[in-house]
């Protein structure tokens, strides 16, 4: 299910590209823009998740910690390395903004194949 999930967002990211999108060339040892759009995205479903108080835990800064860690964990790198990435590219304003956008519309398209996932099963 999850590199399905993978799949279908690398599928929609790659849809919401565009040839106007603003050119900006990070460091090597920064991650790749595409890279970074996948793990935006995932950071604003789990910051999404956590501030409509969708985690029932009595831990919630524990269990935020521990879907970082997943993360972190799933691309094969550190914290710290996602932290430098995310500093460049706040630097650089209009990547951002286009990469913000671009996350913002995978997770509508996320949801909408959610929503139509949803309404397929019922009338089964």
């Known amino acids: 299910m ?10 929609v990211l790659g849809a919401c590209s565009s040839s106007k999108q603003p050119e900006a060339n990070p460091p090597s040892h920064v ?3 595409d890279s970074f759009l996948l793990m ?4 604003q479903l789990i910051e999404g998740v956590s501030k409509q108080r969708l985690l029932r835990n009595d ?4 269990l935020l910690k521990s879907h970082y860690a997943e993360l ?3 691309f094969d790198i550190t914290e710290s390395t996602f932290l430098e990435s995310y500093r460049w590219w706040y630097t650089q304003p209009a990547a951002m903004d286009a990469l913000l956008q671009e ?9 909408r ?6 309404t ?3 009338k089964r």
Request: hydrophobic share 50%.
């Open 103 to 111: 996350a913002a519309e995978a997770l509508t398209a996320m949801e």
């Open 2 to 11: 999850n590199r399905f999930i993978l799949a279908l967002l690398l599928g």
């Open 72 to 74: 972190f964990q799933r």
């Open 31 to 33: 991650l790749a823009r």
């Open 120 to 122: 397929d099963e019922r």
């Open 40 to 43: 935006l995205t995932e950071v």
């Open 59 to 62: 831990d919630e800064e524990t």
């Open 113 to 118: 194949i959610s929503v139509q996932s949803e």
